[in-house]
């Protein structure tokens, strides 16, 4: 396996020579491709940033169960579980998820009470376009964006006056089913969107067998409306509900008889209405003004259950935890935005945002402990008490941005930007009561309702900032743009990290209301070509980061205690490659290629290349398109790749590699009937059913067929 690993990378680093690359899925013209990057509609070709698209039509085809199995081929980004199969999160260039903003429809999912970051809320079978920009996309995204962004546009009608769609599916990785439906269409000034999906997943299927407690299940329900009161002047508002029940666990805890765990997530729902109005036009330099709002309400219900016992001939001592959770997060956000076109060379946005999280959060610990001695009579130490916790606090953010192009002499043209973030966090209630009772040989302490300080210290703190960017991109050889980029990147840090004290997961993590935002200073240089022959971008980039958050141990190593702090620095180098050739009418042959290396620096001196981000990662493989019977028959044969993992641990100086992987993976659809409205999609996937996992705590699935029948009108 390690001998394929590094023949594919191999073979596409000698095609690449000093190329670097993002996206090898795209089976349409880069030059025909149309994104939101830049915060107004463009050709990728115009975009400064190395960003991936993925379309409708990639998307409706794809068995992906959520995002971030989507995700999973997008150069540079990572995906990982928290030992589940239904939660996903992302991380951009080896930056950690909190260092990943995940918008939906340019707007914020916040999380300020986890300590694994925002999760991707939103079912496939919602979503139209997904856009990934690698690399700091401050300036226009504002805070959190220091490793990219991961903007999930939904769907908002079609041209047509009706259209319909459904969809079911057969995934083998859980033996799950999944189901969807969705109608659109415009009339007389109206545009419409109706959507409602439903997913159910039993435990995952891995080379070593089941994993108990990797069941989910997910549904959704969306509704768009707008209507255009002049040619000119549109409104609409939009409101859609995800839920989901989502459960985890850990092969680690599995083969301990001593130890037991889980995760159960019993409810993990996002509601969210928005509203908005567009006017374009205006005069010869206002092109566009456009007002957003909206509500937005994140409500997580959670169980972490820890059992450990250890017994030897002198003793025995057992442990055991069990955390019920209840977060909530309600956001207020809106926006203001104006589009100027000042002269012939210079187009000009200008924006304000303004959002408030608020978080309100209830947990109930049970904790029981007790350790005996041999042949004492009673135990040495017992203990079992219950700990309730309350929390209340707010973020409030305002904002405000210009970013400007300008058209220059000679093919190129310029952007360059500045965005000012004033944030303003406050932790205003942070209550812990205890109940339950401690014996040792002293003897017997009881706790009635006692006030105990382990769910945070109230205060405020206020943080604010300037960040700035600069690109150049030069369009004078046909098909063809090359770009430049400075940009920097910030993260204000949230509630958990100012003011909490953490204990779901093990161990304690106290907060620290003297943290300073994250910041970063990325450099990029690219290149895109695209014509009917082929499609190739390119990416080489740098990125210098400072004043991490990390944490630290608190007092002895083996408490369990530590707090966060600013304490680390990365330096990240790397490239992208991609390279789709149309060689013949139904031939495709494509690859995908990333390589990255990331050096972390802790204040102590410590220094490692071993940050658990995999240094190649590649996919590469032969698209095939036939007609067939008055369809289309597609084809695509094809293997993922990746180096191992390694991650150093600053704590117990010790560290972990996760083994690298290839998998081999083919997929069919044939499209048919009238219009070709009618599509069969199969899969079968990791075919040489490779034992391989992102994370330590559980493995992706084995050898599974997959199948998806969709029909429109």
Not at 293 to 305: C, L, P, R, S
Not at 418 to 431: F, M
Not at 640 to 655: D, F, G, I, M, P
Request: aromatic share 10%; glycine share 8%.
């Amino acid at each position: 396996m390690k001998n394929i690993v590094k023949l594919s990378v191999l073979c596409a680093a000698t095609l690449s020579a000093c190329w670097s690359l993002s996206h090898a899925q795209e089976v349409h013209k880069t030059g025909e491709v149309k994104v939101t990057a830049g915060r107004v509609e463009q050709q990728l070709l115009d975009i400064p940033m190395s960003v991936s698209v993925l379309t409708a039509e990639e998307i409706r085809d794809s068995s992906a169960r959520n995002i971030g199995e989507l995700l999973a081929d997008v150069p540079d980004v990572e995906v990982g579980g928290d030992g589940s199969q239904g939660l996903k999160r992302i991380k951009i260039r080896g930056e950690n998820e909190y260092r990943s903003l995940i918008l939906i429809d340019g707007q914020k999912v916040s999380e300020h009470k986890s300590m694994s970051g925002p999760a991707l809320l939103i079912d496939p079978s919602s979503v139209e376009r997904i856009e990934v920009i690698k690399g700091p996309a401050s300036v226009l995204y504002g805070s959190d964006a220091i490793g990219g962004v991961i903007n999930i546009i939904t769907k908002k009608g079609s041209k047509k006056p009706f259209e319909a769609e459904a969809s079911v599916g057969w995934n083998g990785a859980g033996h799950g089913w999944s189901e969807s439906v969705s109608l659109g269409g415009s009339a007389k000034g109206f545009k419409y969107q109706l959507d409602a999906g439903y997913q159910s997943h039993g435990n995952i299927k891995t080379p070593k067998g089941y994993q108990k407690n990797t069941e989910f299940r997910q549904k959704n329900l969306g509704a768009f409306l707008s209507y255009d009161l002049t040619d000119n002047f549109t409104v609409g508002m939009h409101a859609d509900i995800f839920d989901s029940k989502i459960n985890s666990s850990s092969w680690t805890y599995e083969n301990d008889p001593d130890s037991d765990f889980f995760v159960k997530i019993p409810k993990w729902r996002r509601d969210k209405i928005s509203l908005f109005a567009e006017v374009k036009d205006i005069n010869e330099y206002l092109t566009r003004l456009r007002v957003d709002g909206y509500w937005q309400k994140n409500h997580k219900m959670m169980q972490n259950y820890v059992s450990q016992s250890e017994k030897s001939p002198k003793s025995s001592m057992s442990v055991t935890t069990d955390s019920h959770a209840d977060n909530r997060i309600k956001t207020l956000g809106s926006s203001l935005q104006a589009d100027w076109q000042l002269g012939d060379n210079n187009f000009l946005i200008t924006r304000y945002e303004f959002s408030q999280d608020r978080l309100t959060a209830n947990t109930e610990a049970d904790f029981a402990m007790s350790m005996k001695m041999t042949g004492m009579p009673r135990p040495m130490l017992d203990q079992s008490y219950v700990t309730d916790r309350y929390v209340k606090g707010k973020e409030t953010t305002n904002a405000i941005f210009a970013a400007m192009e300008t058209t220059l002499p000679h093919d190129f043209s310029l952007n360059y930007g500045v965005r000012y973030t004033w944030v303003s966090s406050e932790l205003s209630k942070a209550t812990s009561f205890r109940n339950g009772y401690k014996t040792t040989p002293a003897g017997t302490t009881v706790f009635n309702n006692t006030a105990v300080n382990d769910s945070g210290t109230p205060g405020s703190e206020n943080n604010s900032r300037p960040v700035f960017n600069l690109g150049v991109i030069w369009k004078g050889l046909d098909n063809t743009s090359l770009r430049a980029q400075w940009a920097q990147g910030f993260r204000v840090p949230n509630l958990q990290e100012k003011f909490l004290i953490n204990s779901m997961g093990g161990g304690t993590v106290y907060g620290n209301p003297n943290l300073k935002p994250e910041k970063s200073n990325n450099f990029e240089i690219g290149a895109r070509y695209s014509t009917d022959l082929m499609d190739i971008d390119a990416a080489l980039f740098y990125n210098l980061s400072d004043d991490y958050i990390s944490t630290e141990i608190v007092g002895d190593a083996d408490s369990g205690i530590s707090r966060y702090v600013n304490a680390d620095k990365a330096k990240t180098f790397g490239s992208e490659l991609s390279l789709n050739l149309r060689a013949t009418e139904n031939l495709n042959p494509y690859f995908s290629l990333s390589w990255i290396k990331r050096k972390t620096e802790w204040a102590d001196g410590t220094s490692t290349y071993a940050s658990g981000t995999p240094e190649f990662t590649a996919r590469y493989g032969l698209r095939t398109i036939y007609p067939l019977f008055n369809g289309k028959w597609t084809t695509d044969t094809y293997l993922r790749s990746s180096t191992a993992k390694k991650s150093y641990s600053l704590s117990t100086k010790e560290t972990t590699r996760i083994a690298g992987y290839t998998t081999l993976n083919f997929a069919t659809a044939y499209h048919f009937g009238p219009k070709q409205a009618f599509s069969a999609n199969f899969e079968v996937l990791n075919i040489t059913n490779q034992l391989y996992g992102y994370e330590t705590s559980i493995y992706e699935p084995g050898r599974r067929f997959n199948l998806k029948l969709t029909a429109r009108y």
